[in-house]
């Protein structure tokens, strides 16, 4: 009997494992995106607001349920990227498990959404796109969402999460706000951009002087300008400095 229950407790202990694996495996996990990055993934970027929720039926699954959907409606107010008709309707997943997003309603708290577009006036989005308070963005941000990120979409931003980092193209701008600050909200996205030059290589560059540092992965300028691209590779050979 006693092994018997000895059995039974680790059969169960098994379970509760597996169960809980499985909940992690479903779990939502997103890589962090550089705002920029976010914004030319996208294919509609508005600034809205919501007004109501209601859980809806999106059709069914291979097993005829019901698949349920959040449904938003929202007031759009500036639309920066996406088609001529304005969004109506934003489409989430039920649960934050699931990547589904919450957003505040009331029409109260303004929004800066990427998504993508499902069309006539209907917007998808997850955890996983860039979805943030208007008031959190930076005015250089806000500005940049106009004409500059898009001058950038060519380009392709790697973000660095430890040093040394590597690019493997002259199209590629290294995103280190992590290393410098261990935070992906930093200064380098809040007041920088990837934009595409004329030789058809891409360079992280602010629209005019942040307030406090900018970013350069050189020794000097004047030796950074000195140095072959192709050996500007990894982030152990150089420092950020203060221009």
Same mark, same amino acid.
């Given at each position: 009997?006693?092994?018997?229950?000895?059995?039974?407790?680790?059969?169960?202990?098994?379970?509760?494992?597996?169960?809980?694996?499985?909940?992690?495996?479903?779990?939502? $996990?997103?890589?962090?995106?550089?705002?920029?990055?976010?914004?030319?993934?996208?294919?509609?970027?508005?600034?809205?607001?919501?007004? $109501?929720?209601?859980?809806?039926?999106?059709?069914?699954?291979?097993?005829?349920?019901?698949?349920?959907?959040?449904?938003?409606?929202?007031?759009?107010?500036?639309?920066?990227?996406?088609?001529?008709?304005?969004?109506?309707?934003?489409?989430?997943?039920?649960?934050?498990?699931?990547?589904?997003?919450?957003?505040?309603?009331?029409?109260?708290?303004?929004?800066?959404?990427?998504?993508?577009?499902?069309?006539?006036?209907?917007?998808?989005?997850?955890?996983?796109?860039?979805?943030?308070?208007?008031?959190?963005? $930076?005015?250089?941000?806000?500005?940049?969402?106009?004409?500059?990120?898009?001058?950038?979409?060519?380009?392709?931003?790697?973000?660095?999460?430890?040093?040394?980092?590597?690019?493997?193209?002259?199209?590629?701008?290294?995103?280190?706000?992590?290393?410098?600050?261990?935070?992906?909200?930093?200064?380098?996205?809040?007041?920088?951009?990837?934009?595409?030059?004329?030789?058809? $290589?891409?360079?992280?560059?602010?629209?005019?002087?942040?307030?406090?540092?900018?970013?350069?992965?050189?020794?000097?300028?004047?030796?950074?300008?000195?140095?072959?691209?192709?050996?500007?590779?990894?982030?152990?050979?150089?420092?950020?400095?203060?221009?």
């Amino acid at each position: 009997m006693g092994s018997a229950a000895r059995s039974l407790r680790l059969a169960l202990g098994l379970l509760l494992l597996l169960g809980t694996l499985l909940r992690r495996a479903d779990a939502c $996990s997103c890589s962090p995106v550089h705002p920029q990055q976010a914004f030319c993934n996208a294919d509609v970027v508005i600034r809205a607001k919501a007004v $109501s929720v209601k859980e809806v039926d999106s059709g069914n699954d291979i097993y005829g349920n019901p698949i349920k959907r959040i449904q938003y409606e929202i007031k759009q107010i500036k639309m920066f990227k996406g088609p001529d008709k304005d969004i109506e309707f934003i489409y989430t997943a039920p649960s934050s498990a699931v990547c589904g997003v919450s957003l505040d309603i009331g029409g109260k708290k303004e929004y800066l959404i990427a998504g993508k577009a499902e069309g006539n006036g209907k917007l998808h989005i997850t955890l996983c796109d860039f979805i943030v308070p208007w008031d959190t963005l $930076s005015t250089t941000q806000k500005k940049s969402l106009n004409h500059r990120y898009q001058m950038g979409c060519e380009c392709k931003i790697t973000r660095c999460p430890m040093i040394p980092c590597y690019i493997s193209s002259p199209d590629e701008c290294l995103w280190m706000d992590w290393v410098t600050e261990k935070n992906i909200n930093g200064h380098q996205a809040k007041f920088f951009a990837c934009i595409k030059r004329s030789d058809g $290589s891409c360079a992280c560059t602010a629209e005019r002087r942040p307030p406090s540092r900018n970013f350069s992965i050189s020794r000097t300028r004047k030796q950074a300008n000195s140095i072959p691209f192709g050996q500007r590779k990894s982030l152990q050979e150089f420092r950020l400095v203060q221009l």
